[in-house]
């Protein structure tokens, strides 16, 4: 039996949970660990492998709506400004690493090839960035973080953590909530 872990942020009363498509990828069970360490299965609701995003579906108990995290709407972050990410690098739940956006609308293309072959060397349903420009930032993410939340100092979601370095370190990217 494989078992993978990700991160995901709740974002809605009832119990809908974001993350990325390469988190619940080939998944057929799934059950979500909250802060406070109790366990819940989740159902996929759906996923979008171009653009890496999938949502998850818990059950609230009866009378207790969940807590959520909120979506900036028209979040338009700059370079320099501050941000958090949130999730469970190699599985340590609850981290959080500051950071700043580097270029909030970094296109991942190849240094040697232009866009349109880059894309045509990637495997099929591999995310390509051709749906969004995504956040570029130095806070620190790693395998596990993936699908965890990209906060500005205001508490707003303004990206989901998609891709960093494997091993840490200051290169990082984020999907843009807006």
């Given at each position: ?20 498509a390469h ?117 620190p993410i ?29 290169l990082a ?6």
């Amino acid at each position: 039996r494989d078992v993978s872990g990700g991160s995901g942020t709740l974002i809605s009363a009832d119990g809908h949970i974001v993350t990325n498509a390469h988190v619940t990828d080939n998944g057929r069970a799934f059950r979500v660990i909250f802060a406070d360490r109790s366990e819940l299965p989740a159902t996929l609701v759906g996923e979008d492998t171009l653009s890496d995003i999938a949502v998850l579906k818990v059950d609230a108990p009866p009378g207790k709506p969940f807590r959520f995290a909120r979506f900036a709407t028209n979040a338009q972050p700059a370079s320099g400004d501050t941000v958090l990410a949130m999730g469970s690098p190699w599985g340590f739940s609850q981290s959080l690493s500051v950071g700043v956006v580097n270029n909030p609308q970094r296109l991942l293309v190849s240094l040697f090839q232009d866009e349109a072959d880059y894309e045509a060397s990637l495997g099929p349903d591999q995310p390509t960035a051709r749906y969004y420009a995504w956040i570029q930032h130095d806070a620190p993410i790693a395998p596990g973080n993936s699908g965890g939340p990209l906060v500005a100092l205001d508490g707003q979601v303004i990206g989901v953590s998609t891709r960093g370095n494997l091993l840490g370190g200051d290169l990082a990217f984020a999907i843009p909530a807006a």
